[in-house]
């Protein structure tokens, strides 16, 4: 399907990030799922290109486009051609944004040069053992001590645990109010901070996911990311951003593993003639491209929605609700097509299946987004009360 949001300024510009991916990314792929991480560098190569933090003003090292399709391109191709586990999108469209719209000057001039670079890599804490989609339960705290903050707790399933250089840490500061919450920037080296294990994961394994713990880290007032009791408002705005992006990994995702199954359908043979030759194996991947073609057309009407600033929260809701479950029974299908094939590691849509299935549980589970989407059509019990 010819997708009618790009021109071609941007069918260009997909063309040379394609060739990053393919050349810079996606042959140490197999290395870095081994060792559970990406290399640092893959960043700093990234940030040389101009591929990190497109958005951001020159000053701050960015190119200043205002343009999301050119990161959405990013991300899409990364998806492609390079390894879903290096969380360009994470550094660069979910974290970096907290510290341009939140920060003052001295701290943009502080971070964000060295993220567009790639020489700091960002992270976000917020989910707790106890507390995921809701992060109104969270129990890390943060006490104000006059001239910083005395940060405790502990972090779960932080994508970039183990390499992040800045962190954004969600913590209560008003104890006795639910939304009473903080953002603060962890910096590595500061005393008291700790990197827990790597997780071990189903898939995404050269994402370094990990536990953090904070035991009475003195933060400094100056990085604190705006009011530190309006938190759990901020997390909120920058969730739109975050949910939009999962729907475009997801789509790009059901795309690839749509292609890499059409490739292998076509030159698999069995019973004298090519697998993709029987009537159920045209009928299923017909029924997949009307799919992902539909779905794909919502995803990049909301990207221009945000590019607007005018895409809602029940809306990106929407797309991530319908992309990540697209993008599920998209690999699922096509492990079936794959036969015993499609469950070994070594054919990638072995692994495609294990990496889809957090997409319906990351950034807001199916059933969140299922209950935002409800809420915004009137139907919210707590009215009743």
């Known amino acids: 399907m010819r997708r009618l949001i790009f021109e071609p300024e941007h069918d260009a510009f997909r063309e040379t990030v394609r060739r990053f991916f393919r050349n810079e990314i996606g042959p140490h792929a197999a290395r870095w799922r081994e060792q559970g991480h990406v290399d640092r560098w893959a960043y ?203 729907a475009i990994d997801s789509m790009a995702a059901a795309q690839t593993a749509f292609d890499i199954t059409l490739e292998f359908i076509q030159n698999r043979r069995a019973f004298g003639r090519p697998v993709g030759m029987f009537q159920n194996s045209r009928f299923v991947m017909a029924g997949l491209r009307a799919e992902i073609d539909s779905a794909q057309t919502f995803v990049d009407q909301c990207v221009l929605e945000y590019n607007a600033d005018r895409l809602t929260a029940d809306e990106v809701a929407g797309a991530k609700l319908v992309a990540s479950e697209v993008e599920g029974r998209v690999v699922d299908a096509c492990v079936q097509l794959h036969g015993g094939a499609g469950y070994m590691e070594e054919y990638r849509i072995s692994r495609m299946y294990t990496e889809a299935r957090v997409s319906r549980i990351f950034a807001g589970s199916s059933e969140i987004m299922k209950e935002i989407i409800g809420r915004s059509l009137g139907l919210d019990e707590r009215k009743l009360k």
């Open 44 to 246: 700093t190569k990234a940030g040389e290109q101009g591929y990190l933090l497109m958005w951001a003003d020159e000053r701050y090292g960015g190119a200043g486009v205002e343009d999301f399709r050119y990161e959405q391109i990013v991300y899409e191709e990364n998806i492609r051609h390079g390894e879903p586990g290096f969380y360009i999108n994470l550094h660069s469209g979910l974290v970096a944004p907290y510290i341009d719209g939140l920060g003052d000057e001295e701290q943009k001039q502080r971070w964000l040069p060295k993220c567009a670079s790639g020489e700091s890599i960002l992270a976000v804490a917020m989910t707790e053992p106890g507390a995921g989609s809701d992060l109104a339960g969270m129990k890390a705290t943060a006490v104000d001590r006059g001239d910083h903050w005395l940060l405790n707790g502990s972090k779960t399933y932080i994508s970039n645990g183990q390499l992040a250089d800045l962190i954004i840490v969600a913590a209560r500061t008003v104890p006795d109010q639910r939304y009473g919450i903080g953002l603060f920037v962890v910096e590595a080296d500061m005393p008291g901070f700790k990197r827990g294990n790597r997780l071990h994961k189903m898939g995404l394994r050269a994402q370094d996911t990990s536990e953090l713990f904070f035991d009475n880290v003195a933060v400094p007032k100056r990085n604190v990311l705006g009011d530190a009791a309006k938190g759990f408002g901020f997390l909120q705005q920058f969730l739109v951003g975050e949910r939009l992006i999962a």
